[in-house]
């Protein structure tokens, strides 16, 4: 027979035990109930940890223009040169020239259509000083100065010549300007002396034609990526202009695509082509086999969120600018 004494430490630990028992049932209950409210599972707190290791840009800051004045109103696109972030300010009929920690420097432009002047800045593309601003409503895309000073019209005297229709995203690789036309539904390609060297594409839906391509990229490989806007997806070209695939977020482009007004586009250090769903919100990225591994973003006004995203811009040190034109700013992540 046991005596008080002891059955006491045995009645301890009962007590301890039922204690410790409850005290779990209370955390399993608090973490099963957030993750009913979040929508959230909580055994996927591990493969969400992993899933943002897949390349995924982080967020850095936010550019916006210099009150007083200096607010953009439906920023289209984005390039960077010498390290100075030049930005169509489009509803303004203008660019904005920043440093590279985002201050406002400069502005140039204005509406018009005679030299110097814009009717609807859009892509912009830049090299050894120069800066390529195309006008998707005259036709033209000027070459300005760092400063924006007025040099000449690109591959035209005047935009009446009508070699370009309506340009446009820009984009240089290997001393070649590339333009997509969206009334033309093809890619030019000029040397930067202005001489047409090829065309690609020509209206339509198949494999190679476009309608109304909004924005064009290259990579290392020399391989052409063109955002075929109004066919909702992204083909690829090899260096001499030959159909290579389709990417739309399905296996093999052949499938529903994700994008809806697909826009910008651009390739960051590691190889992934990141591309702007303009009406969903959301920027895709995809692997170099055009497989989706990550997207970000989706409709809001907190940093990491877009309202009608359009431009993107990948620079030589990583950073990824991205147009947000209804929320008027331009956000930039670290790729």
């Not at 070699?163 to 033309?184: E, H, M, Q, R, S």
């Not at 990550?294 to 006004?301: L, V």
């Amino acid at each position: 027979m046991t005596t008080i004494a002891e059955r006491r430490p045995i009645q301890i630990k009962r007590k301890y035990v039922y204690w410790l028992i409850q005290l779990m049932f209370m955390i399993a209950v608090i973490g099963f109930g957030y993750s009913y409210l979040m929508n959230k599972s909580p055994f996927e707190i591990v493969p969400k940890v992993t899933q943002n290791l897949t390349g995924q840009p982080t967020f850095l800051k936010v550019i916006y223009g210099k009150f007083g004045g200096g607010e953009f109103e439906k920023p289209m696109a984005v390039t960077v040169m010498d390290n100075k972030i030049y930005i169509s300010d489009t509803n303004n009929h203008r660019v904005q020239i920043f440093d590279y920690e985002g201050n406002p420097l400069k502005i140039f432009g204005g509406y018009g259509s005679e030299p110097g002047k814009f009717q609807f800045p859009y892509g912009l593309a830049g090299k050894d000083g120069k800066l390529y601003v195309a006008d998707l409503y005259t036709g033209a895309i000027s070459v300005v100065d760092a400063d924006g000073k007025f040099l000449n019209y690109f591959a035209e005297k005047k935009p009446s010549e009508n070699i370009i229709a309506a340009p446009a995203g820009l984009f240089i690789d290997d001393n070649k300007l590339y333009v997509t036309d969206v009334k033309k539904h093809a890619v030019l390609v000029f040397d930067l002396q202005g001489k047409l060297l090829k065309t690609i594409g020509k209206p339509g839906r198949e494999p190679g034609q476009f309608l109304a391509p909004n924005a064009v990229t290259v990579d290392r490989d020399g391989n052409i990526y063109v955002v075929d806007t109004g066919n909702q997806r992204v083909q690829v070209f090899d260096k001499n202009g030959k159909f290579m695939k389709i990417i739309n977020g399905s296996k093999d482009g052949k499938g529903d695509s994700v994008f809806v007004n697909p826009r910008g586009i651009g390739i960051d250090r590691k190889g992934n082509i990141l591309v702007v769903s303009n009406l969903t919100h959301f920027i895709y990225g995809f692997d170099k086999d055009g497989k989706k591994i990550f997207s970000f973003g989706g409709q809001g006004e907190d940093n990491e969120q877009f309202t009608l995203p359009n431009g993107l811009y990948v620079d030589d040190q990583g950073r990824v600018y991205i147009t947000d034109t209804a929320n008027a700013r331009v956000t930039v992540y670290q790729s």
